[in-house]
C-alpha cells in the first residue's frame, strides 16, 4: 500500500491542439505507479493519431474508443471507472496540465489520513500555455464555511476543480449521465460524494494548470446555465439530497442572480 495503483482518466473529444501537452504531464509524474486511460469521446480529428503514438511508447496507457459522442464528460468518465483497476482515481480534462508532484502530494495526504478526496488550488493559462492568474474557485467557500456545511456550499458553488483531484476508488462513485446537466456534472458529482459522508482535503498549493478557453462550457453565466442549476436542484429534491428549505433557497438566489444579470445587461 506504500505503493498502490493510481487511475488517471481523461475523456478526450476532438482535442488536438492541448492533448500532447496534457498527456506529456502525466507521464512526468514523480510519481509512477499509474495507469493511463484515454477515453476516445468518438474524437474526427488529429486526436486518434496522437492516441496512437502516446500508446506506442508506454505500456501505462490504455484506450478506450467510444462509438458515439453523448456530449459532456460524464459518459467517457464513467466507461473510464468501469475499467479502472487503481485504489485511487484521478480525472483530467484533455486540455489541462498537471504539474510533475502532483500525485505524489496528494497519495502522501491520502495514505496519512482518514480522507477520501483531495484536491489542490490551480493555475489558469490561455490557449498559448501561458499562464494569465489563478483560479479562483475557493472564493465563495471562504465565504460560507463560517455559516454552512461543506456539502451545502455545494449547492451554491462547486469549489473543488475535478481536474485537481485524487480520491479513492469506489465501485459506487459514478457520474449522472443527464444532457441537461452538461456543465454541472462536476457539481452534481460533488454533491453526491459529501452526501454519502466523503472527508474532502485541500492542499493550498497550486499543482496544476487549467485551461480558460473563450467557448468553456462550463460557463454559468448564461440563462441556459441557470435553468440547468434549477433542474439540478430538482433532482436532489427527488432524491431526497437537498432539504425543501434548502431548495427554497437555492432557488431565491439564484432567481436573484438572475435579476442582477437582466439588470446590468441593460446598461
Request: proline share 2%.
Amino acid at each position: 500500500m506504500n505503493n498502490p495503483l493510481i487511475s488517471v482518466i481523461i475523456p478526450i473529444y476532438n482535442a488536438q491542439n492541448y492533448l500532447e501537452e496534457t498527456i506529456l504531464s502525466v507521464l512526468g509524474q514523480s510519481y509512477k505507479n499509474f495507469e493511463l486511460l484515454l477515453i476516445n469521446h468518438h474524437s474526427t480529428d488529429g486526436s486518434v493519431n496522437i492516441i496512437d503514438k502516446y500508446v506506442q511508447i508506454d505500456n501505462r496507457i490504455k484506450v478506450v474508443s467510444l462509438h458515439i459522442n453523448k456530449g459532456g464528460p460524464a459518459y467517457p468518465r464513467n466507461e473510464g471507472l468501469k475499467i479502472a483497476k487503481g485504489e485511487y482515481i484521478a480525472f483530467l480534462d484533455s486540455d489541462d496540465v498537471w504539474l510533475p508532484e502532483k500525485l505524489e502530494k496528494q497519495l502522501s495526504i491520502l495514505l496519512n489520513s482518514t480522507y477520501d478526496i483531495v484536491h489542490t488550488l490551480a493555475y489558469s493559462i490561455d490557449t498559448d500555455s501561458k499562464r494569465i492568474g489563478i483560479v479562483n474557485n475557493q472564493k465563495i467557500y471562504n465565504k460560507l464555511k463560517y455559516f454552512l456545511s461543506d456539502s451545502s456550499i455545494l449547492y451554491f458553488s462547486n469549489y473543488i476543480n475535478i481536474n485537481t483531484v485524487l480520491m479513492k476508488n469506489d465501485s459506487h462513485i459514478k457520474f449522472k449521465e443527464d444532457k441537461y446537466l452538461i456543465a454541472l456534472e462536476d457539481m452534481f458529482f460533488w454533491i453526491e460524494n459529501l452526501y454519502y459522508n466523503k472527508k474532502v482535503y485541500l492542499i493550498e498549493e497550486k499543482l496544476i494548470n487549467y485551461r480558460v478557453l473563450n467557448n468553456s462550457a462550463s460557463d454559468r453565466s448564461s440563462d441556459k446555465s441557470f435553468r440547468k442549476l434549477f433542474y439540478l436542484y430538482s433532482l436532489l429534491l427527488n432524491d431526497n439530497k437537498i432539504s425543501l428549505k434548502m431548495f427554497s433557497v437555492c432557488f431565491l438566489v439564484n432567481m436573484f442572480k438572475i435579476s442582477i444579470r437582466n439588470i446590468k445587461n441593460k446598461f
